[in-house]
């Protein structure tokens, strides 16, 4: 974990520094079980013990407090929103020291 959140906040280059947990491999989480994977964002050399993915660029949601959005997603927000899931994972942002807020649900969604 220590390694990644050195990684995570070496050259800051966008709003997600911090440690990343990607969640499965779409936003439509429909199975009992998911791979969760966590990361960081990076454009060094990966150690060769870590994985590589890479996120197209997306229109995403974002909402803070994770449990709270998560609750509230699939029940009020999706569907008065307009959009629908896009065909990526959600992603749980944990920020490091002083960021306000502490936490945001990252959820990518594409126009009905």
């Known amino acids: 974990m220590q390694e ?3 990684m995570s906040w070496e050259n800051p280059k966008c709003s997600l520094e911090g440690i990343l ?3 499965g491999n779409e ?3 429909t199975d009992e079980e998911i791979n969760y994977f966590m990361g960081v964002r990076y454009d060094g050399e990966v150690p060769e013990e ?3 993915q890479i996120l ?8 803070p407090n994770i449990t709270e959005a998560w609750k509230r997603l699939y029940s009020e927000w999706l569907p008065s929103s307009g959009y629908e899931l896009a065909s990526l ?3 749980e942002c944990y920020y ?4 306000k807020p502490r936490h945001e649900l990252w959820v990518p969604i594409i126009s009905k």
């Open 89 to 91: 994972p959600c992603i």
């Open 50 to 52: 870590m994985q590589t």
């Open 96 to 99: 490091g020291p002083g960021h």
């Open 4 to 6: 990644l959140k050195d």
């Open 56 to 63: 197209p660029p997306s229109t995403w949601a974002v909402f």
């Open 21 to 23: 947990g990607v969640c």
């Open 27 to 29: 936003a439509a989480i």
